[in-house]
């Protein structure tokens, strides 16, 4: 496991006008922008500012809900991500992929898009849709093609699509391009391979048609919010977002990760993140405020996704500092954008700065390097 007594890593969800479904009435009119590039470039450059370790970009093939007084849409998450990538520096770009329905060549192929618009700061969150997601029948009926699996039968079909996409991503050798004049040719075809993989769920051959992207492997994060996540994570993840509403439920799923990494015999860091729900006021005053405008006539809202926490910027930083044994950093949900962004990057980075708990500076050229991890040999080049 990653040593947590290292400076914090930190990541953020940008996604609409936030986590709770009413956000938008904070601000109507800059609401408006939630659909526009320029609304998410804004985001990023304080989040770069900042120096944050990566930008959480959620994605599902389902409306948000069925209540019309709701923020609803999205846009693609890999698209959005690529958009920024030539437009930040630093900071890492993670788009997450409902696994159960897109295709893992289609994964192999965008994030590895991805790290080359980034120049190495991909990664890429996989995400499920079986029977414990609420919106699971809502997503198979947009493709139908199949019925909701059970959530076993989803993670054990999501281990395939990891293991898939790792072998595509080193489906070309870093030097199959050879750009030879004298006998003209690009690719030494020797260099690419097919994956051949068959399973219970798909069979892919490969090669894939995009060149082995600048870091390799781009990250594999995983969120884990059940326990029949934890062994996709222990296999393949690099980093682990555990989401649990309460932290003796979280601390309950990192312990079962860690000992499930160590069953697995790791050979690399597995870097493991708290995920947090957060509303963010400067006062308990203007806590109280938002709350009045947020959950007036909301009638049932969703369970947020990780740990809650609703207080000033001081408190935070508290939380932050303390996040427990076996936690990295955090995935931080924002009830409200911008505005929680703005507080967070103003008000409470500075304060983990000052008490060193947080970088001042990027270090590292890729998103690998910032998480400890080295640039994996390919398993086909020996």
Known sequence: MADTTLPL?????????????????????????????????????????????????????????SDDRDFRGRLDAVLLASRLGPATEGIGLVPAFTVTHAEPFHVSKAVATLDFASLGRAGWSIRTAGADDPYAEEQSEHFGRRAVPTTEQAYAEAADVAEVVKRLFDSWEDDAEIRDLATGRFIDRDKLHYVDFAGDFFSVKGPSITPRPPQGQPVTVVPVDTSAAVPVAARYAEVAIISATDRAAAAELVRQVQQAAVEAGRATELTVLLELDVLLARSAEQLTELRAVLDADSGRLPAPRGVEFQGTPEELVEVLADLGPGFGGALVDFAALPSGLELFTSLVVPRLQERGLFRTEYAEATLRERFGLDRPTNVYAA
């Not at 009413?22 to 998410?40: E, H, I, N």
């Not at 990023?44 to 944050?52: F, G, T, V």
Request: aromatic share 14%; proline share 4%; charged share 20%.
């Open 9 to 65: 890593h930190l990541g953020v969800s940008l996604g609409g006008t936030g986590t709770h479904p009413r956000a938008w009435k904070l601000v109507p009119d800059q609401s408006r922008g939630a659909f526009t590039a320029r609304y998410y470039l804004r985001l990023a450059a304080l989040a770069q500012e900042a120096k944050l370790d990566f930008l959480y970009f959620g994605d599902a093939y389902a409306l948000q809900s």
